[in-house]
Every structure is written in structure tokens, then in C-alpha cells.
DNA sequence: CATATGTTGATTGTTGACAAAATAAACCGG
DNA sequence: CCGGTTTATTTTGTCAACAATCAACATATG
């Protein structure tokens, strides 16, 4: 037998109003700080405002936007401060990830993994040779979450992958994507290395310090686009 | 099932009644794994489904309910692979937040944290002596809370709260609270020191170590009650 | 007897209407 | 013109009804 599943990820129109609204958030759309009207949203969504009350709130739970009782939703305005934040708690995470990845493959937990993630490095290699930007971020993306699946927390990689969106949605604001190819390649290739030889606390500083100079890399460039208007 | 009537508070009712679901869970009048009957909570509670339906979404939020789409929602039922999890992240940011403290002490950013977490360690020394577990657990409780206060990170606060409701909720599953109230105070006494010291790397080590023994010790616990029990 | 197919009652998803609160506008004395 | 008060209007919070979906049982079919 052979046909198409139909309705997949729109299970119910809540959820579509949710990723909706949550794409006009990230594309820019509806701005930092902007209201969310329930009212409008639902005429041009074409649903009731229930359902898009629920979407809201839905987003709510995901940091995306803030609800004041009785004032209604606002797109949530991330500040430098929670970035370094949101920075810090994302290397606690992965930290811990990596430290979880390498005592699972040092237990043949996680067999492809070592493939994976040569391959995963491979390919950015290639891509810091043509300096594609766009095959790197993708493959950057590709590395964390190979990762954050190596440690088999979905716990933590809700949470992170949350940190992720909300990050996402700062870059927004204006601010270019903090990208040193080299550099963030380097790092890979430590964390790589200390995880397929299981050792989990290399692992967990290499992470550590991996997000960290990430940090680093985005201030510089945060600040200098200041500077330079 | 039994309920308290609310609607008589300030704050909306949807928040009211996600508190008083939440109570029910918590305290085991609904039971992990049980579903949670829309119409039949709006009665008990006297307010209409679409209230309890949101408090119920909000529940989800914090991952003490799950949801199917078009079945309903289900108390969330914490395996004890999932416990592991919940330790080791909250061993991550736990650690992340008294590494920050540290940093944060050093810079003269953080005054009362001394005198407030010696304070904090002499109290749970009395409780240790007459061996008061009620108010040893408090003081734990707060000693955690000082560290992540001081942390100045709300976002990983705010995870922190939702992964330690959670790992109460699997308490109520019937395992006693895995506490050794001396080995505990120790090791605060160590993380105290090392925050106090502005040790960043040291803080934060110790701080993970406690969140592992402290899962240690109640993997102990469950291994004892499973076999007597 | 086992499996597939209809049928029924219960439960969730969605909607539009009403009530309460907050914001905007009109008013008014100085 | 201004600051404060009062009145409209808008917006959110809450509710009850309708539609869609599901779980369980009953029935048919080979």
C-alpha cells in the first residue's frame, strides 16, 4: 500500500496558528515588542480567537512572547543582557550534552556517531573552503544536534532547542550572525575528538568553551555594527 | 475526585485553575499516567471547559501533562531514565548558575550572598544535629535558591523551577526523598566556599558533583525500595 | 473464531456571544 | 491650553453551544 499521510504537523488548527504566528514573529513580521492582537490575527488567519488565543498562549510557554493578564501578548524584546543569558545556560547544555555523548559512545551507545560527525566536518570543510555561509550554517546546526541526539536527553534538548528559537529570533533585531568558519571548525574538531575518546569531562570543557567563544565572536560583531551604525 | 471551588482570588481564572490542577497532581489526586477529563474538571472546579482547557495547555508548558491531539491530556509519567535526565540537566545549569554567583561575588556584584548562605549552612547544621528533615528540606531548597538568585539569569532560573516541579512530581510516585543531610551540608559547605573564593571552575565543579551524589543517593534509595518494597 | 466494518456515546476542537477590564476619547472647570 | 474626570470604544477574559474526532461496543463476513 502506498499514499501520502495526510495532516501531518497540522493536527489541529491551534498548532498551524502557532507556527504562523511564529513565522511572521521570526521573519520580522510582527516586531520585538510589538502587541499581539488576538482579535486581528484571527481575521486575517482566517480562525476563530480562541484558537488563536490558544497559539498564543502556546507561545507563551516558549519565551517567544510575554502575557500581561488582561493586557494581552507582546512579542518578547530579548535584551544584551539575556542573550548572554540565553549564551551561558546554551553552553551548560551542550556541555553536559557532549559530557553524555562521550560516556554513551565510549559505552557503544552510539555507534554512527563518530561517522557522523567526521562526515558532519568534512562537509564544513568543504564549505570554509568556498566560504558558503549558508551550507555552513546548516551544517553548524547539524553538528549541535548530533549531539544534543548523542546524549539521549529530550529533556534537554527541548529546552535547548527553545534557547535556539529564541536566539534565532534575537538575530532579528539587526545583528549579523556571529560566523568564523575556521574557528568554529577548530572547535568541532576538538569536541569531536574528545567525544569518540569518550572522554566526557574534555568533552564537556570543549563544549563550554566552544559556546563561550561563540559569545565572544557575537560581541565583537554586535559591537563593532554599533560603532559603525 | 474532590477539588477545591475557586474563582474568589485576583488573578484570572485560567492561572487559578491551573494552580489548584497542579495541586491536585502534585499531591496525588490525580494520578501520573491519568487523563484529565475536561468537562468533568470544569464542574468539580465551577468554571467552564475553555478555562480549564487553558490551564491545562499551561501545565503542558511545564511538561507536568502530556497532550494528544484530539484524545486529551495525560499526567506526564516520569520514567526513572527521565529522573536521570532531570538530575544531569539540572546538575548542568545548576552548576552553570554557581559558577556565574562566583563570578559575580568576585566582581562585588553580589553583597549579602556570604553572610546569607552562611547563614543559610548554620541553620541546616542545627537541623543536621536534631535531625529536623522538614526544615532541613526548606533550608535546601533555599540554599539552591540563593545560588541561582545570584546566578542574575532568569531564564535559567525559570528552567531550574520547572525541572525541580517535575522531579517532585516523580516523588509522589511513592519513593521517600532521597536526603543524607550531612553528606548535603558538606558538600554546600564546599560549593560556599568555592563561590565565596570567586573560584568559578571550582564552584562550578562542586556544584555538579552534588547534583550527581544527591542523584547517586537516590538512586541508591529506589534501589533499596524496590527490593524491600 | 478471528477480523473487518458499522454504530453509538463520550470527549476534544472550534466558534460566536457576552462580561469585565483597559485604553482612548470627550468633556469641563480653571 | 491644561490636568483631571467621565464617558465610549476597544480588547481581553469567560462562557455555552456546535462540529469533528475518538474509543468502545455491536454486528457482519469470511
Known sequence: MKARLIGVGRATLAQEARAEIERMITEGELKAGEKLNELDLSIVMGVSRGTVREAIRSLAGSGLVDLIANRGAFVHETTLAEVQNLYELRGAIFAMACGAAARRFAAGEERGLAEALSRNIEKMDAARETDDQSTYYALNIEFHDLLMAAADNPKA???YDNIK??????????????SNIARSLDEHRVIADAVTAGDEAAARDAANEHIRRGFDRYMTIAARDRQTG
Chains 1, 2 share one sequence.
Not at 528559537?165 to 556571529?178: I, P, Q, T, Y
Open 157 to 159: 534538548k527541548a529546552v
Open 165 to 178: 528559537r529564541e536566539m534565532h529570533l534575537f538575530r532579528r533585531k539587526g545583528l549579523s550572525l556571529a
